[in-house]
């Protein structure tokens, strides 16, 4: 019998998590919400030696609006919440979807060491996000995930 033998090639895998990538967090206290990776570490840090990114996410989706609503209430509906986190790229979902919002200057390297600093960071990335929910674009990313 003939063997055959294949060689492998050490093809490398494509690094498809890239900033601005839309994922799906799949564990935790925010499991099931949307995040967009802000930074990647493929190899690890050597505090996480693992493939790990740092999010920002929706902890709370604005809500549907209506004409017919007070002025209050349509200001209430459309707010969102953001969470920053530290994720294991084996808890995230990637999505098709990007979104091209610069978190970069926000959130800083040490942002989720410090709880201070990751509640200004909040506040920031909220910001951001509220300005991108108003243009009326990516309106996928700003409702809730239905499952």
């Known amino acids: 019998p003939l063997s055959t033998r294949v060689v492998h090639t050490g093809a490398k895998m494509v ?3 890239k900033p601005g990538k839309v994922v799906i967090l799949l564990t935790g206290r925010f499991a099931g919400k949307k995040a967009v990776i802000v930074k990647h570490h493929d190899d690890g840090t050597s505090s996480r030696p693992y493939g790990h990114a740092t ?4 902890s709370k ?3 549907k609006v209506i004409k017919r609503q007070s002025l209050k209430k349509q200001a209430k509906r459309s707010t969102l919440k953001t969470f920053i986190k530290t994720v294991n790229y084996n808890h995230i979902m ?3 979807y990007t979104l091209d919002v610069d978190f970069k200057s926000t959130v800083a390297a040490d ?3 410090n709880a201070t600093k990751k509640v200004e960071a909040s506040k920031e990335c909220k910001k951001l996000l509220e300005e991108k929910f108003k243009t009326g674009k990516n309106r996928w990313f700003f409702s809730k995930l239905r499952f």
């Open 55 to 58: 999010v920002v996410g929706l």
């Open 61 to 63: 989706e604005p809500r």
């Open 15 to 17: 690094k498809f998590l």
């Open 94 to 96: 990637p999505t098709r």
């Open 111 to 113: 942002v989720t060491e």
